[in-house]
């Protein structure tokens, strides 16, 4: 079964940001200290001074990134740890995305954003993300694989090694 934005409880549009690990949003001992927290977690988050978003509105949008995420990988039907991003919390922070094409999958393409951090904002929009109550969510390994295999059967070029034709531009 496909996962929907809904299950995530994500109302769009917003940006995904990939993680790495989703355990590393509560660091022990900062519970009650949100700078702090903040200041670590920023670190693990965006570590990068140009980061990667993915701005999403659609289920289909969705799958498309999973499967440009996953096409680079050696085991593609692995979990994927995400966080999303309102581009109000983004214009909070004073932070505003570029669009830059990138990813197999033509129609996501486009949905490409670098964003421009240093440690300042990347910590103001974490405790941001906090006092929203945001937690990075997973597209389990299932999930990914159900993913892979229904943009396979559209010819996806993120799930193809060699895709012939390409129809998931036009779905």
Request: charged fraction near 25%; hydrophobic fraction near 35%; proline fraction near 4%.
């Amino acid at each position: 079964m496909l996962p929907t934005l809904e299950q995530f409880n994500i109302t769009t549009p917003v940006f995904i940001r990939k993680v790495n690990n989703r355990n590393h949003w509560k660091p022990e001992g900062y519970d009650n200290n949100l700078e702090g927290r903040a200041k670590i977690v920023s670190e693990r988050f965006f570590e990068e001074r140009l980061s990667s978003l993915w701005k999403v509105t659609l289920d289909e949008e969705f799958y498309g990134i999973i499967a440009s995420l996953s096409a680079n990988r050696a085991h593609k039907a692995q979990a994927i740890d995400f966080i999303w991003i309102t581009q109000e919390e983004l214009k909070e922070v004073n932070i505003e995305p570029q669009l830059e094409p990138e990813g197999k999958c033509l129609y996501v393409k486009d949905l490409h954003f670098n964003i421009q951090m240093d440690s300042s904002l990347a910590q103001n929009l974490c405790h941001i993300l906090f006092k929203n109550d945001r937690e990075p969510k997973r597209c389990t390994k299932d999930y990914v694989q159900h993913i892979l295999n229904h943009q396979q059967s559209k010819n996806c070029k993120a799930s193809n090694e060699t895709p012939l034709n390409c129809v998931c531009q036009t779905s």
